[in-house]
Nanobody
Framework: QVQLVESGGGSVQSGGSLRLSCTAS???????????WAWFRQAPGKEREGVAS???????VYAASVQDRFTISQDSAQNTLYLQMDSLKPEDTAMYYC????????????????????WGRGTQVTVSS
């Protein structure tokens, strides 16, 4: 019931910033606040890892590796999810994916990829030293 399209990726130098966007097309009788939203990333040769997650009117959660550098936010009126990435490091280089679930995962599972049902195709972020 959801289609996701990411944008905003690119190449930056270490210490720079990027803002990713994810626009959702929500079908049937669902609304933005029926879902939990998240950003994941996957670097070559590595497993996909959760970066940040939020639910409308709920708390946000971040991976320790991005805490205090990345900010997840939403514009529910525009069905858009954002990821503001500051103080970027070369190790942040990865394909970034937007994801959504209509489930209610327990706090310990909110950055686990297997609980998310809907995925975008990703946007590449490359950080050079």
């Amino acid at each position: 019931q959801v289609q996701l399209v990411e944008s905003g990726g690119g190449s930056v130098q270490s210490g720079g910033s990027l803002r990713l966007s994810c626009t959702a097309s929500i079908y049937a009788n669902y609304r933005w606040d029926n879902y939990r939203w998240a950003w994941f990333r996957q670097a070559p040769g590595k497993e996909r890892e959760g970066v940040a997650s939020l639910r409308s009117a709920g708390t946000t959660v971040y991976a320790a590796s991005v805490q205090d550098r990345f900010t997840i936010s939403q514009d529910s009126a525009q069905n858009t999810l954002y990821l503001q990435m500051d103080s970027l490091k070369p190790e942040d280089t990865a394909m970034y994916y937007c994801a959504a679930t209509d489930g209610i995962p327990q706090p310990s599972l909110r950055l686990m990829s297997h609980v998310y049902k809907y995925w975008g195709r990703g946007t590449q972020v490359t950080v050079s030293s």
